[in-house]
């Protein structure tokens, strides 16, 4: 199985200020025949299901605000939040979506400083 | 719009086997470009992935080799729903159960509103 391995697990960041959450897999999620990583973020708030944000490392799901954005190729990856809003506070998961069985990350618990 | 709704029971005695349904409205189960995923949620495991059915000419599915031996995911079409049976359970079973639809990237985008399910005797 692949392993995804989040950094923080928790971060504390301003209002207004920029939020960076980093998933790294045990191996490469890069489909080579259409050159896209499979690499998904989803957000979780208490009590909700979580939320699909990004696929495919940077294709925002319709409706997701553009301060949310995704990077990286390979094994790596990273979710940024360009200017922390309070609805934002959440804890939010990183998943790999091309190797059966889908795994996640262990989770980024993220709340306002 | 599409939606998820799951029904189920809460309480399951071990041994026995927990059995959830998840209906699809504004999508069809048969659709050939969805799959249809059960996952658990649990404070010693996280986020699981437990299987998918889906349907490209045959129907097909997939399961995690930690369960691979106990579980069975069913779709039903004439209800435009699908199952999860998860045999021999254990209070280790107990979980956060949800359904989600896999889109044309696989990525899961839309899920049911979760049921708690509790192992206990």
């Known amino acids: 199985d692949i392993v995804m391995t989040q950094s923080p697990d928790s971060l504390a960041v301003s209002l207004g200020e920029r939020a960076t959450i980093n998933c790294k897999s045990s191996?490469?999620?890069?489909?080579?025949?259409?050159?896209?990583?499979?690499l998904a973020w989803y957000q979780q708030k208490p009590g909700q299901p979580p939320k699909l944000l990004i696929h495919w490392t940077s294709t925002r799901e319709s409706g997701v605000p553009d301060r949310f954005s995704g990077s990286g190729s390979g094994t790596d990856f990273t979710l940024t939040i360009s200017s922390l809003q309070a609805e934002d506070v959440a804890v939010y998961y990183c998943q790999q979506h091309y190797h059966i069985p889908y795994t996640f990350g262990q989770g980024t618990k993220l709340e306002i400083k | 719009q599409i939606q998820l709704q799951q029904s189920g029971p809460g309480l399951v005695k071990p041994s026995q086997t927990l059995s959830l349904t998840c209906a699809v409205s504004g999508d069809g189960v048969s659709s050939n470009s969805a799959a249809w995923n059960w996952i658990r949620q649990s404070p010693s495991r996280g986020l699981e992935w437990l299987g998918r059915t889906y349907y490209r000419s045959n129907w097909y599915s997939d399961y995690a080799v930690s369960v691979k031996s106990r579980i069975t995911i069913n779709p039903d079409t004439s209800k435009n729903q699908f199952s999860l049976h998860l045999n021999s359970v254990t209070p280790d079973d107990t979980a956060v159960y949800y359904c989600?639809?896999?889109?044309?990237?696989?990525?899961?985008?839309?899920w049911g509103q979760g049921t708690l399910v509790t192992v206990s005797s």
């Open positions: 191996q490469s999620v890069l489909y080579s025949s259409n050159n896209k990583n499979y």
């Open positions: 989600a639809r896999g889109g044309l990237s696989w990525a899961l985008d839309c």
